[in-house]
C-alpha cells in the first residue's frame, strides 16, 4: 500500500476556473471568430445565394442554346 501524501498547510486547493489555454493562437482565433460569427454566417449565405443564382441563370443559357 503507498503512503498516502501530506498536503503542505499554506497550499490551498482551489479549482482553476479558466485553465489555460494549450495555445494562446487557438485561443486568439477562437475570439476572432466568436467576434465575426455573424458576419462570417451571412458572407456565407450570400455566397451560396450567388452561387445557386448563376448555375441558375447559366442552366437556363444551356438550356437555350441546347434545345431543338
Do not use: S
Not at 28 to 39: C, D, M
Not at 40 to 55: D, E, F, S
Amino acid at each position: 500500500m503507498l503512503p498516502q501524501r501530506e498536503e503542505h498547510p499554506t497550499v490551498k486547493n482551489k479549482p482553476n476556473p479558466h485553465p489555460p489555454d494549450e495555445n494562446k493562437q487557438t485561443d486568439q482565433l477562437r475570439q476572432w471568430f466568436a467576434r465575426r460569427r455573424h458576419i462570417i454566417a451571412a458572407n456565407v449565405l450570400r455566397g451560396a445565394c450567388y452561387g445557386i443564382g448563376t448555375g441558375a441563370v447559366g442552366f437556363g443559357f444551356w438550356w437555350i442554346e441546347h434545345r431543338p
